[in-house]
């Protein structure tokens, strides 16, 4: 039997939704966490793999959900044995475990939340709309045929790793911590440095990244250049980065044992996020240019922030600004 486990945090829950979680973060795919009435809350970890049987029709198309997540490249990159649609990345990359780390921009809220409106397209979108566009934007890569068995095993892991999750909940955890904003811009010079001293021994002093035995995965991806995500990934927005940053890297920290300050995991973002990657543009996003995110980083904006504010900050004043609208 397959059960969801939680794990207990002492975090006391108003660091996590309270003032920097309420100034930030009435925006798009950033998860709204159940409150709870304690000083500590769950923070949702994926069921444990050995669970799926695989003596099953079922289970074998779970599991395959899983290894596709996990070994994308194998299977759908520059050499995969599928097809080649994708720059080379896997999608653990960006979500931590196969999508299961607490605050590891896990799917714990995927099932239990889709279809659901998102203001980036201005439509109701479906799960494997969300899959095509992480394909798109975060791998570079082509759209799958939503009939296909990638797309159906996808789709099946997603299920069974919400279906302990009550529908419509976001749980404590899912996705990624949003950080309170800095009273200053994101430094990408003070961000190089904390790059050299934690994070180029992995990632390299080009950012490309570092590659298995094999020539054809990354043992660790790269931050920036031709085969890393593009310009209209989640992770290019520094909210984004920075949250995943904080409770995750460098290679060995957690939630639970953080190597990096907030103001840090801003100022790196800064910096990785400064650095050239593929552009890709998608015309019919944002039909409402009100609603995009505070730290959307390209124009045209409601409101008389410039770009280079909304793309590095100080957030706090746009964020301030669009609440005092938001009351008349």
């Known amino acids: 039997m397959k059960t969801t486990r939680y794990i207990v945090s002492g975090i006391c829950i108003t660091a996590l939704i309270g003032v920097g979680y309420f100034f930030s973060h009435q925006e798009e795919d950033l998860p709204v966490v159940e409150e709870k009435d304690d000083a500590t809350e769950l923070l949702w970890v994926g069921p444990d793999p050995k669970a799926i049987d695989i003596t099953t029709d079922s289970g074998k198309l779970i599991a395959y959900g899983r290894e596709l997540i996990a070994n994308t490249a194998s299977y759908l990159g520059p050499k995969g044995s599928v097809m080649q649609v994708t720059n080379g990345m896997n999608c653990q990359n960006c979500h931590l475990e196969a999508g299961t780390r607490p605050w590891g921009n896990n799917y714990g809220a995927v ?4 279809p659901k409106f998102r203001n980036r397209s201005g439509t109701v979108e ?9 394909l798109q934007r975060s791998l570079n890569g082509q759209v799958l045929d939503t009939t296909s068995r990638e797309v159906m095993a996808l789709y099946a892991y997603f299920k ?17 911590e949003s950080l309170p904003y800095l009273d200053r811009p994101a430094d990408s010079v003070r961000g190089k440095a904390i790059y050299v001293a934690k994070c180029q021994l992995c990632h390299g002093p080009d950012g ?45 920290a957690t939630w639970q044992a953080r190597q990096l300050t907030v103001e840090e995991a801003w100022d790196v973002a800064a910096f ?3 650095q050239s990657r593929p552009v890709r543009t998608f015309s019919e996003d944002w ?26 900050g100080p957030f706090g ?6 609440e005092a609208r938001a009351k008349k």
Request: charged residues 15%.
């Open 160 to 176: 069974w790793l919400g279906s302990g999750v009550p529908q419509g909940v976001v749980p404590a955890g899912a996705g990624l």
């Open 208 to 252: 490309n990244g570092q590659f298995n035995p094999d020539g054809a995965t990354y043992l660790y991806p790269p931050l920036w250049g031709e085969n890393s995500y593009t310009t209209a990934a989640g992770l290019y927005r520094l909210g984004r980065f920075a949250g995943y940053a904080y409770n995750n890297m460098p290679f060995g």
């Open 272 to 274: 990785v996020n400064s």
């Open 287 to 312: 039909p409402d240019v009100s609603k995009k995110p505070i730290d959307h980083p390209f124009g045209p904006y409601a409101d008389g922030f410039s770009e280079e504010q909304h793309r590095f």
């Open 126 to 134: 479906n799960i494997y709309k969300r899959i095509n566009d992480c």
């Open 317 to 322: 004043p746009i964020a301030a600004a669009r």
């Open 111 to 114: 099932y239990t939340t889709y």
